[in-house]
């Protein structure tokens, strides 16, 4: 591959693996693709997000030309906060503090509440698929159904779908 500055990314994952290990993180996960990649960790219960592209790279004056190499950049810059914290140079508690992966909050339609989502599902399928589990439960033939119940579970599967649809188009 001409232009290929870094190894192969399979090395950038196990390099990942121990400096997750090195912070002692409870859980990580990444993706990388043909324009960046991501990592995100959990450290004492609280998430961290970091990404990396090749359009962040060239603003920036780095030469990149693959997604895999904006996540060996990534890889690398905290293997760098590793060696930092390792040192003692810098403690890492206090340097991912400000670093909180905090998403915009996201108001969580009543529809999907009522359908035992704790947040927006992809597609319309895993609505119905809550939606069954739950008029079994819920109809009025059912000895802890209630007509009632059944009918806000309509409305609601009803509702689910109309927002989904929307965000779609």
């Not at 809550?130 to 509702?159: C, M, W």
Request: aromatic letters at 14%; a negative charge.
């Amino acid at each position: 591959m001409a232009g290929k500055r870094y190894a192969d990314v399979e090395q950038y994952e196990d390099k990942l693996a121990k400096v997750m290990q090195r912070f002692g993180a409870e859980e990580y996960n990444f993706d990388w693709g043909r324009h960046g990649g991501w990592v995100e960790f959990r450290i004492h219960g609280q998430l961290y997000r970091f990404d990396h592209s090749i359009e962040k790279a060239r603003a920036n004056g780095q030469k990149i030309q693959y997604g895999s190499d904006a996540f060996a950049q990534l890889v690398l810059a905290l293997e760098d906060l590793a060696r930092l914290a390792e040192r003692g140079i810098y403690k890492l508690q206090t340097w991912i503090e400000g670093m909180r992966y905090l998403p915009p909050p996201v108001e969580l339609p009543e529809c999907f509440r009522m359908l035992g989502f704790e947040c927006v599902p992809e597609d319309f399928e895993t609505v119905n698929f809550h939606y069954r589990s739950l008029v079994k439960l819920n109809h009025p033939d059912s000895p802890t159904g209630s007509n009632e119940a059944f009918i806000a579970l309509q409305r609601a599967a009803e509702e689910a779908k109309r927002y989904l649809e929307e965000r779609s188009s």
